[in-house]
């Protein structure tokens, strides 16, 4: 969700040499994202010892001297320390909570650089490598290069988390009979247009569960895979994919990165502050007014997905 921020700053200092103080996750998801960047300092604030960590990491960062400091974390500490560095510092108005979360980084850009920033999008890059990898996963299923993809993304990052502390999460699970229900919706609408159209879900092997009672409940409509954890070739799918349904969790922005059409369902949080930031008309975002997901048919998922389908 930064992406567009740092493409901004890349931009307007172009010869400049960027650093990222990020998290265990932030290190893999922009790792190759540009030439500029070219140190990505690891921050686990998960660590027993992340206040020890921090503060030794301060220490270097004021060896470095920096130029400028961009301040996208929403906790204020990280902001002191922002202000600590240099006396040209720039972060996130924390005021603004009704905003974009990218919009309010591009906004602490803006405030550095006397030109009016264009727009930004999310955005990742893609390796040929991953596409080779990726291609011959499809393959081995029959899935050619001319066929239409549509990706299920059942599951969200705190499904594993104990109960006690995933009430709030429980908002963002569409439910296993609605994806099948949605898959076999697309499975007639396919057959009715003669279309090469395949449903697909690429899992982790701890999502197996779910994504099996979805293969069953559609009778067969979906094809699910589980191949070897990589997260460049993992890209390269959601690339490929023509469609992603999904509820808001990570991969619906690394979707919206890479330049996937999206149908995004919403509970509790709405798609104002964190859908996929992208140009209009890339996704479909859908929030039903009880706030929970579950309320979404598979006819209203449906017709979503219609907006991108071929005729």
Known sequence: MITPALSAIIDAYPAAEVHVLTSPDGK???????????????HNRKSLLAFYQIRKIEVILKQENY????????????????????????????????AHYSRRCLDAVQCSVSEVLSDYWITLPVT?????????????????????????????????????????NAARLWPAQSFAELAKLIATYAKEHKLDMRIIMDLMPDEVNVGEEI?????????????????????????????????????????????????????????????????EGRNVN??????????????????????????
């Open 28 to 42: 893999r998801v922009l790792k190759g994202f540009a030439p500029q960047v070219t140190q990505l300092i690891v």
């Open 67 to 98: 130029d400028r400091v961009y301040c996208f974390e929403l906790n204020p500490d990280f902001s002191n320390l922002s202000k600590r560095l240099t006396d040209n510092a720039f972060c996130i108005d924390y005021s603004n909570e009704c």
């Open 128 to 168: 040929d490598e991953a596409r080779v990898k990726a291609h011959a996963i499809f393959a081995a299923e029959g899935i050619t290069d001319k066929s239409f993809i549509i990706g299920l993304h059942p599951t969200y990052s705190g499904l594993k988390k104990v109960a006690w502390r995933r009430s709030k």
């Open 215 to 279: 293969v069953r409940l559609s009778g067969g409509a979906v094809t699910m895979f589980t191949p070897p954890l990589d997260f460049e070739r993992y890209k390269a799918t959601l690339e490929r994919m023509d469609i992603l349904v999904i509820s808001n969790t990570g991969p619906m922005h690394i979707a919206g990165a890479v330049g996937t059409h999206m149908v995004a369902f919403f509970g509790d949080v709405p798609p104002t502050d964190s859908a996929a930031y992208v140009a």
């Open 286 to 311: 859908i929030m039903p007014s009880s706030k929970e997901i579950a309320d979404i048919t598979p006819q209203q998922a449906f017709e979503a997905c219609r907006y991108f389908l071929p005729e």
